[in-house]
């Protein structure tokens, strides 16, 4: 429904709604059968039918909709509350059912809710939501209208307030300062039940409409693409689909090339996964980060408490680390074709980097992205090493293209989101980044 700009919905900083005015399925599974399933169905439980009611309504707005503020509170209810988590299940396999994992969620869910009574709590800029659609919602943060726009592609893992974690280490408010229009592609739970969303809708239809949506409110302006990690290889994809309608890509911390020793977190994901039989379901948040845990326990476990440790003199990277932690806390569920797709497609089959890779019936790799690209590396991450972003950046065509590496850094809790919250990286890394963009804007 369409209404006057005047009632667009507007986000507080604690995320709350205010007045304005103050690629096709693939049916094949992942590896053998048996061992630990992560398949995901949906149970019915009279008692729940009145929350997963709700969540399965929720709030949809085409694209180039405005939303009313009831709308917006609509919307915010998407957010799945405790009830509708713990109806994502699987079918009981031999190591019992996935609403453990549920259960997990609700559980680390409530942990986050206690450091944010604490004042570790997010603490986001205000944002408008100008699109939606089940599985994505477009947020504008504002900025000039006189700089081409950048356009955030959030990874689907957990939330996205990762990228404006604190004032003083927030990516969205220093490309705010640089004069810079800020959108971002925010990842939703998936509807009640259904998980079959994919890359087609990850890497494709969803990043696609927040383009266009973007280039009509700029007068046709092309954005940049910006993304993090699996949102960095999201973005990456849909470059070498179109790349005529963006003006440049940037990627940070992005895994792109998945050949076997390019990581040892890619050599474990791949031994793990022909234990699993994926269904397309909803996958729980804690079953991706047990399973990342298990692939990486010197990422996801102890170098975290290396930096909680070497933190301690410092009050202020204490404070980012105890924020990276309650951030790690919240988890999001994933639509269980996603990630199917993801472990087989890159992670075992390296199509993308190979060139193999067929999202709307086209076959797209590093040869098809032919605009500037700046990729950023940090040297202490085992997830998005040099050697899983070289080799991709050595098939694209043309000369502009850049590589950054920077060193670690302490308070990050764990060093493949240094270049997001890290204080070092902003002061050192990130103007070269908004130099970057500049020349090419």
């Given at each position: 429904?369409?209404?006057?700009?005047?009632?667009?919905?507007?986000?507080?900083?604690?995320?709350?709604?205010?007045?304005?005015?103050?690629?096709?399925?693939?049916?094949?599974?992942?590896?053998?059968?048996?061992?630990?399933?992560?398949?995901?169905?949906?149970?019915?439980?009279?008692?729940?039918?009145?929350?997963?009611?709700?969540?399965?309504?929720?709030?949809?707005?085409?694209?180039?909709?405005?939303?009313?503020?009831?709308?917006?509170?609509?919307?915010?209810?998407?957010?799945?509350?405790?009830?509708?988590?713990?109806?994502?299940?699987?079918?009981?396999?031999?190591?019992?059912?996935?609403?453990?994992?549920?259960?997990?969620?609700?559980?680390?869910?409530?942990?986050?809710?206690?450091?944010?009574?604490?004042?570790?709590?997010?603490?986001?800029?205000?944002?408008?939501?100008?699109?939606?659609?089940?599985?994505?919602?477009?947020?504008?943060?504002?900025?000039?209208?006189?700089?081409?726009?950048?356009?955030?592609?959030?990874?689907?893992?957990?939330?996205?307030?990762?990228?404006d974690l604190a004032p003083s280490v927030s990516v969205v408010r220093y490309c705010?300062?640089?004069?810079?229009?800020?959108?971002?592609?925010?990842?939703?739970?998936?509807?009640?039940?259904?998980?079959?969303?994919?890359?087609?809708?990850?890497?494709?239809?969803?990043?696609?409409?927040?383009?266009?949506?973007?280039?009509?409110?700029?007068?046709?302006?092309?954005?940049?693409?910006?993304?993090?990690?699996?949102?960095?290889?999201?973005?990456?994809?849909?470059?070498?689909?179109?790349?005529?309608?963006?003006?440049?890509?940037?990627?940070?911390?992005?895994?792109?090339?998945?050949?076997?020793?390019?990581?040892?977190?890619?050599?474990?994901?791949?031994?793990?996964?022909?234990?699993?039989?994926?269904?397309?379901?909803?996958?729980?948040?804690?079953?991706?980060?047990?399973?990342?845990?298990?692939?990486?326990?010197?990422?996801?476990?102890?170098?975290?408490?290396?930096?909680?440790?070497?933190?301690?003199?410092?009050?202020?990277?204490?404070?980012?680390?105890?924020?990276?932690?309650?951030?790690?806390?919240?988890?999001?569920?994933?639509?269980?074709?996603?990630?199917?797709?993801?472990?087989?497609?890159?992670?075992?089959?390296?199509?993308?980097?190979?060139?193999?890779?067929?999202?709307?019936?086209?076959?797209?790799?590093?040869?098809?992205?032919?605009?500037?690209?700046?990729?950023?590396?940090?040297?202490?991450?085992?997830?998005?090493?040099?050697?899983?972003?070289?080799?991709?950046?050595?098939?694209?065509?043309?000369?502009?293209?850049?590589?950054?590496?920077?060193?670690?850094?302490?308070?990050?809790?764990?060093?493949?989101?240094?270049?997001?919250?890290?204080?070092?990286?902003?002061?050192?890394?990130?103007?070269?980044?908004?130099?970057?963009?500049?020349?090419?804007?």
């Amino acid at each position: 429904m369409r209404v006057p700009d005047d009632r667009r919905r507007v986000y507080d900083a604690c995320g709350n709604a205010r007045d304005p005015s103050g690629v096709a399925p693939d049916d094949e599974g992942i590896g053998q059968t048996g061992g630990a399933s992560l398949g995901v169905t949906q149970v019915g439980l009279d008692s729940l039918a009145p929350c997963s009611a709700v969540a399965q309504a929720g709030s949809h707005a085409p694209t180039g909709s405005i939303l009313t503020n009831s709308e917006a509170s609509a919307e915010k209810s998407e957010q799945p509350c405790d009830a509708t988590l713990l109806c994502m299940t699987t079918r009981p396999s031999k190591t019992g059912p996935m609403s453990i994992f549920a259960l997990t969620d609700v559980v680390r869910r409530a942990q986050g809710n206690a450091l944010d009574l604490l004042g570790f709590g997010p603490s986001e800029c205000s944002y408008r939501v100008i699109a939606s659609a089940p599985n994505w919602r477009l947020r504008d943060y504002g900025g000039s209208l006189a700089r081409p726009p950048l356009l955030i592609i959030a990874a689907p893992i957990k939330r996205p307030y990762i990228w404006d974690l604190a004032p003083s280490v927030s990516v969205v408010r220093y490309c705010l300062h640089r004069g810079l229009r800020v959108y971002l592609l925010e990842w939703k739970p998936p509807p009640f039940g259904d998980g079959s969303a994919g890359l087609e809708t990850y890497g494709d239809r969803a990043i696609a409409e927040c383009v266009a949506r973007i280039s009509a409110e700029q007068d046709g302006q092309a954005p940049f693409l910006i993304g993090h990690s699996l949102g960095g290889t999201l973005a990456a994809t849909f470059a070498a689909l179109d790349p005529q309608c963006i003006r440049g890509l940037v990627l940070l911390g992005a895994p792109l090339s998945f050949q076997p020793g390019s990581s040892k977190f890619r050599d474990a994901v791949v031994a793990l996964a022909p234990s699993l039989s994926m269904e397309t379901g909803i996958v729980p948040g804690s079953a991706v980060s047990q399973f990342s845990a298990l692939a990486s326990p010197g990422t996801f476990i102890w170098s975290r408490v290396i930096d909680a440790t070497l933190s301690l003199p410092d009050i202020r990277a204490t404070e980012i680390h105890t924020r990276v932690e309650r951030w790690a806390l919240d988890e999001v569920a994933l639509p269980g074709m996603l990630v199917r797709q993801v472990l087989r497609w890159f992670y075992q089959e390296n199509r993308l980097c190979q060139g193999t890779l067929r999202v709307r019936d086209r076959t797209v790799g590093p040869s098809t992205i032919r605009v500037p690209t700046l990729a950023v590396v940090n040297a202490a991450d085992e997830i998005a090493p040099r050697a899983s972003v070289k080799p991709f950046l050595d098939q694209i065509p043309g000369r502009d293209v850049r590589l950054l590496e920077f060193p670690g850094e302490t308070g990050v809790g764990m060093q493949h989101l240094a270049i997001l919250v890290g204080s070092r990286a902003h002061a050192e890394v990130w103007p070269d980044i908004s130099d970057w963009l500049d020349a090419h804007g």
